[in-house]
């Protein structure tokens, strides 16, 4: 992966108060989901790329350069998590406003304006002032001023926060659109399924350390502390428990309900493997074979739950 | 039957396009602009305030209202005099001196004139600006981008005092234009014009930037908004009582206020303070402005520092 953003021992206090930790993690294109509890250090994160909050230690470069950088700038897009605007203003004037300082002329930053909240879901709404919207429609604008200069990276901050459902599937499609167009995409959220469904690749803070980075399913693999479960649906589960017992990968078996067996093992490569050719070999059909924790919600939970020394 | 030709079937064409991104390459404005469109979008802003319109309004009143009281004003002794029909009758040394002394009303009577709409404008749109910048985000929204804090600080000194700008410099022109009716000549209205002119860029420019300091200080726009009305008034009060208590006329010049009315009594040549002294007041002037706009921009230089 050739990274975009990089963070070099990154640490930042606000006072006694401990925003980021030697933070070192490198971002390369494509959509990277930004995990954590409130208070993570995500929001810190994200400022730190922008320059608007300085590290204490280390370094932050974007395309190879140091943060805060005019150039550099040029290519951000930047979505805040704040929800006050210029409340005055319509839609159209915020957004254009912002692009003729990204360095629009007039007539173009207005055609820019309007083509982008028209992307954006909110064409029949931008000629009116922002002061009238609803708080979905605000994370929209936010969204549209952080992409009209075309930016190759963009930094978005809660952008779930305050949408329906409806609009929550169309800012996911949006984000995955941006992501496919080949930019570096920075998604912080609280909401895993959302995150989810657009990346497997996250990186996890703590308490403002790095607690993982990388792809959802490396991570849950590194995750020896809890057995990975393996749940299969079958008409014959007691016959394949009898089967499976002996197996070296198996921790411990359980039923669930009069069709199911839920599996659960240190070794998830050897256990898919093996399961379907266990099954055969005893005559037991298989109806599904699913890891219900090899997900973004599981993964995030142990990993929070390791990192405060819990138990699953 | 048909026509049979030589012309060979279209063949079939095709076009695949990328969608990977494309960085733009078109013409960028000259970040130089950047203050231009920050006060732009702010005087609009400011101009769908109540406050703001309110503000207007009583300027453009008291616009009208002492338009009229100077025109009598100037337009009773130049009739008197018969001037505007042969003025060759009348003493030409009083002519010069009703002439001289219309002319220095024009300074002071601007600054009169629109003080209080000026002082409301100014603690409206600047005192509060970079504080409801600081409550609204803006910070994130411009300073993620290719703006830096020198050229914000330009836009915000513009926009904190546009609107008092125009009802200046609409009140100036004016009172010109009724000294070129009554008793000037096209160059001495164009003297007095000019002069306004400085001293209104003095003013303004001074309000604008210690209401711009103050504000850098707290996201409370109301805080920033009282503190300048205490440096403005409580100044005022402060340097006038001292003055009077060490029977010092420049103590008299120090405050924000009486700075710039000094220089206008300097301009209209009845300044009681001469030699060293009759620099006081432009060096207050010096000090007030350039060291409110350098705290705004220390302020701005650490931006994150103002996040409270």
């Known amino acids: 992966m050739s990274a975009v953003l990089e963070f070099v021992g990154v640490s930042k206090w606000y006072g006694a108060v401990l925003g980021l930790r030697d933070v070192s993690v490198q971002i390369g294109a494509g959509i990277t989901g930004l995990l954590g509890p409130n208070g993570a250090g995500k929001s810190t994160l994200l400022k730190c790329m922008t320059g608007e909050v300085r590290p204490s230690r280390g370094e932050v470069r974007m395309f190879g350069r140091q943060v805060p950088d005019t150039e550099v700038f040029r290519r951000l897009g930047y979505a805040p998590e704040i929800e006050v605007f210029f409340e005055e203003l319509t839609g159209r004037e915020f957004v254009a406003h912002l692009a003729e300082i990204s360095g629009y002329g007039r007539a173009e930053a207005d055609r820019r304006a309007g083509a982008v909240l028209q992307r954006v879901g909110l064409e029949s709404a931008m000629n009116r002032r922002v002061s009238t919207y609803s708080k979905g429609m605000r994370q929209r604008t936010k969204l549209a001023q952080a992409i009209l200069h075309e930016p190759e990276v963009v930094l978005l901050d809660e952008p779930m926060t305050g949408l329906d459902p409806l609009g929550r599937a169309q800012m996911v499609a949006l984000i995955q659109s941006l992501g496919a167009e080949g930019r570096t995409v920075v998604v912080s959220s609280h909401i895993l399924d959302e995150v989810e469904v657009m990346t497997r690749e996250i990186v996890v803070l703590y308490q403002g350390q790095l607690l993982a980075q990388g792809d959802l399913h490396a991570i849950r693999g590194l995750i020896d502390r809890h057995p990975h479960h393996l749940a299969i649906r079958t008409p014959k589960p007691r016959e394949l428990a009898a089967a499976l017992a002996p197996e070296a990968f198996v921790v411990a078996l359980r039923f669930e309900g009069n069709d199911q067996l839920m599996v659960e093992t240190r070794d998830p490569d050897r256990c898919y493997s093996a399961v379907p050719r266990i099954a055969k070999e005893h005559g037991v059909p298989l109806l599904a074979l699913t890891s219900p924790d090899d997900n973004l919600a599981a993964v995030f939970r142990y990993l929070t739950l390791g990192a405060r020394g819990g138990s699953a | ?308």
């Open chain 2, 1 to 308: 039957m048909a026509t049979p030709t030589t012309k060979p079937a279209a063949s079939p064409v095709g076009v695949v396009h990328s969608l990977a991104y494309s960085r733009y390459a078109g013409p960028r404005r000259s970040p130089n602009f950047t203050p231009l469109v920050i006060a732009r979008y702010a005087l609009m802003a400011q101009l769908r305030q109540r406050g703001v319109k309110v503000a207007l309004l009583l300027g453009v009143l008291l616009m009208a209202i002492f338009a009229a009281g100077m025109g009598f004003k100037w337009a009773l002794p130049t009739l008197a005099s018969g001037a505007m029909f042969g003025g060759a009758q009348s003493n030409p040394a009083q002519l010069a001196a009703i002439v001289r002394e219309g002319e220095a009303d024009v300074l002071s009577m601007t600054l009169r004139t629109q003080f209080l709409p000026t002082f409301l404008l100014v603690l409206w749109c600047g005192a509060g600006a970079i504080s409801a910048d600081l409550m609204a985000g803006a910070f994130q929204f411009h300073f993620s981008r290719p703006v830096s804090p020198g050229r914000y600080l330009a836009g915000r000194m513009l926009s904190a005092s546009g609107w008092s700008l125009a009802l200046s410099f609409g009140t100036l022109l004016v009172f010109a234009l009724e000294r070129l009716a009554f008793q000037s000549t096209p160059l001495g209205a164009a003297r007095a014009f000019g002069l306004g002119a400085v001293v209104v860029f003095l003013e303004l420019s001074s309000l604008s930037a210690v209401a711009l300091g103050v504000s850098s200080l707290t996201r409370r726009k109301g805080l920033s908004q009282a503190m300048f009305a205490a440096i403005v008034f409580a100044g005022w009060v402060l340097f006038r009582s001292l003055g009077a208590l060490l029977r010092t006329p420049w103590v008299k010049t120090l405050d924000l206020v009486s700075c710039v009315d000094a220089m206008v009594s300097q301009f209209n040549g009845d300044s009681p303070l001469h030699g060293a002294r009759a620099a006081i007041p432009a060096l207050a002037w010096l000090v007030w402005t350039a060291g409110s706009l350098g705290l705004a921009a220390w302020r701005l230089s650490r931006a994150e520092v103002n996040r409270g």
